[in-house]
């Protein structure tokens, strides 16, 4: 599963830029990493911008979702900001808490990563999706 859900994460564009890495994906559970870049991640106050912070739970949330119901869609989501985001690395960590045919609950929290006190995770934000199982797109046929 974590090679699957690690090959849907590197086919998103946004993903890639941002730099999101899938270390732990199954039964019902997923991590995503991302490192911190100053030229581009922050906002007015040098904080990572509340848009990463909203991605990563997104995504994270996504990816528990998908290793128990397949392909998701996320129908609602939310984030509550605790501290400023302020780190090196990020870690966000997602959980379905309820899989059912038509939905999937699920929450996540971010934490920053203190690399001078030996990794201990500071939280910085919570949240929660509700998705939906969607089919793969069809492929249109090719236009001659």
């Not at 998103?12 to 994906?25: D, L, M, P, S, Y």
């Not at 990563?56 to 528990?64: K, N, R």
């Not at 966000?92 to 929450?107: C, Y």
């Amino acid at each position: 599963m974590l090679d699957t859900i690690q090959a849907i994460n590197q086919s998103a564009a946004f993903n890639r830029w941002a730099g999101f890495e899938v270390t732990r994906a199954a039964d019902g559970e997923a991590e995503l990493r991302m490192r911190w870049r100053e030229e581009d991640m922050g906002q007015y106050a040098g904080f990572l911008h509340a848009g990463l912070i909203g991605a990563m739970l997104d995504t994270v949330c996504g990816f528990a979702a998908a290793t128990v119901a397949g392909r998701v869609l996320a129908s609602h989501f939310s984030v509550n900001c605790i501290s400023p985001a302020v780190g090196q690395v990020f870690v966000a960590r997602g959980r379905v808490v309820k899989a059912g045919r038509k939905q999937v609950f699920a929450a996540g929290e971010l934490y920053a990563e203190a690399q001078a006190q030996g990794g201990a995770l500071k939280l910085l934000a919570t949240g929660s999706a509700i998705l939906v199982p969607v089919e793969a797109p069809a492929v249109a046929a090719p236009k001659i």
